[in-house]
Nanobody, 123 residues
């Protein structure tokens, strides 16, 4: 009933930039937290950045000062602006949304994940 669609991944040279949008659609009543995770080959999935419904943000130490998370509540979309990319940023990036789904006569708190988008930083 809820779909997350990510885009914006690709191949970029070290020092380059990418912007990842993730749009949520479906029977959404309200959205709480939104975030981005990543998983590199052979490693566990890790939190990259998160943003609350009030706009508070948090970042992994490895991306502070380089990445910026933002959201457009009117579009149910979360963005990850990635600057000064490094080879170690190479991973599949997943968006995450914590929301209330409109089930008709009640609202259910549910979590959803995007399908993942590959980001490769290489010269």
């Amino acid at each position: 009933q809820v779909q997350l669609v990510e885009s914006g991944g690709g191949l970029v040279q070290p020092g380059g930039s990418l912007r990842l949008p993730c749009a949520a659609s479906g029977s959404i009543f309200s959205i709480n937290a939104m975030g981005w995770y990543r998983q590199a080959p052979g490693k566990q999935r890790e939190l990259v950045a998160g943003i609350t419904s009030g706009g508070s943000t948090n970042y992994a130490d490895s991306v502070k000062g380089r990445f910026t998370i933002s959201r457009d509540n009117a579009k149910n979309t979360v963005y990850l602006q990635m600057n000064s990319l490094k080879p170690e940023d190479t991973a599949v990036y997943y968006c995450y949304v914590d929301l209330f789904v409109d089930r008709g006569n009640y609202r259910a708190n549910e979590d959803y994940w995007g399908q993942g988008t590959q980001v490769t930083v290489s010269s």
